[in-house]
């Protein structure tokens, strides 16, 4: 299997944790060394794998800023880093732990969770473990999702998306998911999947996992972010929109949501050294009101727009949303704004409502 | 040091030994003055080889107008072949940072000489600070690229034509697109900020299009500015960026001058200024009105009433 670790680093705090157990199940080959704590270090290696003990919060808002409107998502931060190594990844900017980090005191997080749900039982959660690294990357190995999918099964004000370029979809099979659970990709044009996103699946792979999950019963939700422009987009985007529809049942898709390509201009550097053969960062950037470079608007609303005819074209009624973006590209491209049907949160909670039946009591 | 006082003749010199020299201009008009007045007051360093011809160590400027003014004799300081020439370099080094500041290709020369003798650390420690150079890993190997790359590149840097900054970045430019940009570059003798600016359009211009660099600087718009007899430097230089941002930002710049034509059309007086949102991000207009008294922007107030209410207006700030 691609992407296994074999050097597993453990904080002692950790050592004889659930994690660590299972890891040492799962990678009988892998080699483990115990210390007293991690520190950082600039030195990256796909192969590692760490367990630390977090002292922070686990439940965090997505980091959306006021100029754009921010789908209200909430982080489960259960690590840190990918070893996916796509070119245009914001985590490249974390210089100073560059390899693979799970919590490993994930009893803390489940109590923090457990906490918060209860205390807001009249709003409804969405939840997602792919914002600091991918949702399932690790997940044969920790079994992490075995435990995570039963946990929102039972939260009647909860949903929980896990967010990947993987198909590792094993250990989802036969788990009491109860509906709770979404299984989302990222998307991207294949030409885009070639060059920048090489040690990922690919997008058959991705769509073919995403079939087998929705058999299962599962929910789906696909991410085409980041969008690029390149010539010939048209094309890329329409053949991985064909494919996703003729792999899945629409009705099965609780949202579809497009973000072009927008990055901090310090990653821009990076980009350039790490992967000198990538031309993502060469289109027509601008700095946009949250300092980020992103896309020229009329390039942003010609790639939303043609995308949104496309999906409308197979389903008028799935739910299609902007990430990070603000009214005047909204109303271009939808001819209204969040705002108009209450924001884009009550948007994304009513799909939940519409499409998974759940809704806080 | 155990070298000696001596004459010798010029003939005793092995001219073609470039084993200490460094890259270097004609000497400077304070210098030549100097030497005119004087003669040679400093005496030059020369090493004596274990092969016993003998060496210009320090001094390549002075020796040089000796020769073509024709002297027998000078008086120099004598290196025995014994003498290690690592530290020989070190000390004509220790020389060179005490005396005038030294330009860009005799500082990339310095460098790659001193690799040869001392390790990355003592260089990034002891020597890049002071040729105020940043102490940044990966900056000695950008110096010696430089040390090592064609006589324009190492002419234009070492007087001024080009910057320090765009030096570095064209010593990785491959051949035939590093020799365009120099030519570019001294013709436009603009600042360094826009000789990097320029630089970096080019290279990411033939990135995202797949071709070579030089392909976009013998664009035939480019040429035609650069060919231009009656313009002058500062025009062109205005004329090549604006050129090389139309290519690099083709979208925004059509939009800027869709914006600029809309304001013509749209009539508004001349005290009346629109300004778009930068880069036409976010939907945030800026109105600026510049009056003398509250009579005439009373005045100026009703009159944008009726501008605002029209066609033109409205296609102003259309997205």
Redesign the interface.
Known sequence: MRNKPSKILVEEACRTSRLVEKLRRNLPAAQFEVVETISDSPLRDPRRLEVVQFRGRFLKSCPGTRHYFCCGYQILHFGVQCSLNCTYCILQAYLNHPNLRIFGNQEDLFRELRQELATHRERLYRIGTGEFTDSLLVDPWTEFSRDLVPFFAKQPNAVLELKTKTDFIDNLRDLDHRGHTLAAWSLNAAPIRRREETAATTIKQRLAAAKKVAQWGYKLAFHFDPMIEYPGWREGYREVLDRLFSSVDTSRIVWISLGAFRFMPELKPIIQRRHPGSTVIYGEFIRGLDGKLRYFRDIRVELYAWMVDRIREVDAHICVYLCMEGEDIWQQVFGFSPQERGGLPAMLDKAVETRMGIAPR | MNSIHEDLTINDLDWQDRTFALFALEPSAELRTSLQRHGILSPPWIWQKPNGSRVIVDGFKRLFWARREGLKTFECLIFPQDYDPARLMIERAAVKLSGAPLNTAEKSQLIARLTDHLSQQELLRLYLPRLGIPAKPGAIGKWVRLAASPQELLTAAACDDICERAALQLADWEGESQKSMVALLKQLRCSSSIQCEILDRVK??A??D?IRKEQVLTDPAITDIILDETVNHREKTQLVRARLYRR?????AA?EERFVRDMNAAGLPSNVKILPP??????TWQLQLYFQNPQQLMEMLQDLKHSVRTGQFAALIR?
């Open positions: 990411e211009i990135l995202r797949s690099r930002y083709p979208r925004v939009r930068p880069s036409f991000e976010g939907a997205p």
